[in-house]
């Protein structure tokens, strides 16, 4: 009879666990979701070859946590690289974003390069775009091809969505969207960076 009792005892502990854990649809119960993701200072400028620090902030149920260490970081521009939220100017640029991102969530920043001499990297998009197709855009600097070495960004994702295993090769998604396509090149202190405006027909 006790151990029946006991069992008892153990099923209803389980049940009472089971139902606090898809209380409000298991938000931050068993993996810790964060509603939102707030990065400061939102625009920051730092000069080539120095460092500005940025720090992510999860918004919680419970409250706010700075994520800055565990948060995942990436820049738009080889013009400017981030590690732990800590921003390195490389290179002349403006409009960098830098995003921090904690279980699937976002937030972003935008950093401002200054100093040095600005160079321009010249964008040709492929000679079709064509909804729900592919195609190869080209990067140039001083005449040289630099497409493979440069880093390929879409503000757009709904527009262009470039490939990770092959530089500037991107997808064309829904017809009527437009993105700002973005191709940078870091080598050593030099940084070079362009943009393309494509709309899909």
Do not use: H, Y
């Not at 937030?107 to 040095?116: A, E, F, K, Q, R």
């Not at 440069?150 to 262009?160: E, G, I, K, L, M």
């Not at 998604?173 to 090149?185: D, E, F, K, M, R």
Request: overall charge neutral.
């Amino acid at each position: 009879m006790l151990n029946f009792e006991r069992r008892l005892a153990l099923l209803a502990t389980v049940a009472v666990f089971i139902l606090l854990a898809f209380d409000g649809g298991c938000k931050g119960f068993f993996v810790n979701q964060p509603n939102s993701i707030a990065v400061t200072p939102t625009t920051l400028s730092v000069a080539v070859g120095a460092t500005g620090q940025l720090t992510a902030t999860a918004s919680f149920d419970s409250g706010n946590k700075i994520v800055t260490n565990s948060a995942s970081w990436q820049s738009s521009s080889s013009c400017a690289t981030v590690s732990a939220g800590v921003v390195k100017g490389i290179g002349p640029a403006t409009g960098v974003t830098i995003t921090a991102t904690l279980a699937a969530v976002s937030g972003t920043s935008t950093v401002t390069v200054t100093g040095g001499t600005a160079q321009t990297l010249t964008i040709t998009a492929p000679a079709s775009i064509v909804a729900g197709s592919t195609g190869q855009f080209t990067a140039t600097l001083n005449g040289s091809d630099v497409t493979s070495s440069s880093t390929w960004t879409s503000d757009n994702t709904s527009a262009v969505t470039f490939s990770t295993t092959q530089a500037g090769f991107a997808t064309f998604g829904t017809s009527g969207q437009t993105a700002t396509v973005t191709a940078s090149l870091s080598t050593g202190t030099t940084c070079a960076t362009g943009t393309l405006s494509v709309t899909v027909p």
